[in-house]
Nanobody, 129 residues
Framework: QLQLVESGGGLVQPGGSLRLSCAAS????????IGWFRQAPGKEREGVSC????????NYADSVKGRFTISRDYAKNTIHLQMNSLKPEDTAVYHC??????????????????????WGQGTQVTVSS
């Protein structure tokens, strides 16, 4: 099964930026759509962003649209999540995982449905003044 390791989290002030990375361990990411999820204390896990295996279509939660950007570097076998204009409500543990990709009414799209049952440790993002 695809093994992913997240990094790049930390403590930042509101309005600051962080760049998260999701790297594969001994497995190429080319065959999978990848998504970022987050879970804050007392809240359900929610999808943040995802990108198709081809890297041509992205999806964002309304709460982060315009502030976050997901991208993939095939040469480095890495997925990135650039987070700008961070808000306190962005505070959460962030995880990456392979997600579902399919052709639907909106064309080819990735969805916030993980294909893995193992979320790993994730990386903590804390936004506070």
């Amino acid at each position: 099964q695809l093994q992913l390791v997240e990094s790049g989290g930390g403590l930042v002030q509101p309005g600051g930026s962080l760049r998260l990375s999701c790297a594969a361990s001994e497995v190429t990411l080319d065959s999978n759509a990848i998504g970022w999820f987050r879970q804050a204390p007392g809240k359900e896990r929610e999808g943040v962003s995802c990108i198709t295996k081809e890297g041509d279509v992205t999806n964002y939660a309304d709460s982060v649209k315009g502030r976050f950007t997901i991208s993939r570097d095939y040469a480095k076998n890495t997925i990135h999540l650039q987070m700008n204009s961070l808000k306190p409500e962005d505070t959460a543990v962030y995880h990456c995982a392979a997600v579902v990709q399919s052709w639907g009414r909106s064309g080819t799209q990735c969805y916030f449905v993980s294909k893995s049952l193992d979320w790993g440790q994730g990386t903590q993002v804390t936004v506070s003044s």
